[in-house]
């Protein structure tokens, strides 16, 4: 009986999987043909998001006003704000998106090289962590210069990474469903 309970098992958490599996693929290729939409599209999502925290704070400031701070209003102000600019101009969004991660690239590619160059007398694999260090500096410094190619290229990360994880979900999904067809399920 157990081992009908767990091919089943097996079997539907593989299709599961490859199911999974199929999603990402797909929403590794609408990134990877549309990059600078996706972008717009995360401006857009990040607006609503703003507007709809802003209006949920405001309106839990007026129902009721004495347990509430003023500060509640005002954040409540600036995030309808800040999403108003971000569904008016999502470029500028975008843009400020790129440099803030360009900034991040920089100060990580920064400190690895420090760990680095700190554990070279002691590790002897030291330069790994160097070059992880220089591309990330290198990538910070693209995204600041060309914040467009720079933020588009985290798109197409994005696309890869879900391409490659979609990937391993419909082996993974495939795999489950043989071991579930096989008698070796104990």
């Known amino acids: 009986m157990a ?4 091919r089943k098992l097996f079997k539907h958490s ?3 999987l490859i199911v999974r599996g199929a999603l990402a693929l797909l929403l590794a290729l609408a990134v990877a043909a549309l990059p600078v939409a996706t972008v717009f599209a995360l401006a857009y999502v990040f607006g609503i998001y703003a507007m709809a ?5 405001l309106a839990h400031y007026y129902y009721d006003p004495v347990r509430h701070s003023r500060w509640s209003m005002i954040g ?17 969004v975008a843009s400020a998106l790129a ?24 590790v002897r694999a030291w330069r790994s962590p ?14 600041l210069v060309n914040p467009g190619a720079g933020i ?8 890869s990474f879900t391409a490659v994880a979609g990937l391993l979900l419909v082996i993974s999904g495939f795999s489950m469903r043989r ?4 008698s070796m399920v104990a």
């Open 3 to 6: 081992a009908i309970a767990a």
């Open 14 to 16: 593989g299709t599961g």
């Open 53 to 57: 925290d802003g209006l949920a704070n």
């Open 76 to 92: 409540g102000i600036a995030s309808v704000a800040a999403g108003l600019v971000a569904v008016s101009w999502p470029g500028i």
């Open 99 to 122: 440099f803030l991660v360009g900034i991040w690239a920089l100060a990580l590619g920064v400190s690895q090289i420090f760990i680095a160059l700190e554990g070279r007398s002691t």
């Open 130 to 143: 160097a070059l992880t260090g220089l591309v990330l500096i290198a990538f910070g410094i693209l995204v």
């Open 152 to 159: 588009v290229s985290l798109a197409w990360l994005l696309a």
């Open 179 to 182: 071991v579930a067809g096989s």
